[in-house]
Nanobody
Framework: QVQLVESGGGLVQPGGSLRLSCTASGDGLSTNIMGWWRQSPGKGRELVATFTLTGDTNYPDSLKDRVTISRGNAKNTVILQLNSLKSADAAVYFC???????????WGQGIQVTVSS
């Protein structure tokens, strides 16, 4: 059983920066892939940033100039940094944990990000 704790989000002004944190915990944590997705009313769930099996990062072309994903100071923690926020960035952001050994996916509960001036 994997538990994901997400923090950050809230109200962000246009042009501002967003920083989200996700920490995984539980018994039997092993080889995994962690990343962030988002979903807005007008769109389906889309990739924001993710790590890969090789430890590299993967960003969609539409966001690669503004987004970074990194490992936090705490173990099993990933940080999402998104800069120069636009209204289109408003969405619910979800942390994703994929257990490679068992092929299991765990989603965070989601964090609401509102972009408004």
């Amino acid at each position: 059983q994997v538990q994901l704790v997400e923090s950050g989000g809230g109200l962000v002004q246009p042009g501002g920066s967003l920083r989200l944190s996700c920490t995984a915990s539980g018994d039997g944590l092993s080889t995994n892939i962690m990343g962030w997705w988002r979903q807005s009313p007008g769109k389906g769930r889309e990739l924001v940033a993710t790590f890969t099996l090789t430890g590299d990062t993967n960003y969609p072309d539409s966001l690669k100039d503004r987004v970074t994903i990194s490992r936090g100071n705490a173990k099993n923690t990933v940080i999402l940094q998104l800069n120069s926020l636009k209204s289109a960035d408003a969405a619910v952001y979800f942390c994703r944990y994929y257990d490679v050994r068992y092929g299991r996916t765990t989603w965070g509960q989601g964090i609401q990000v509102t972009v408004s001036s």
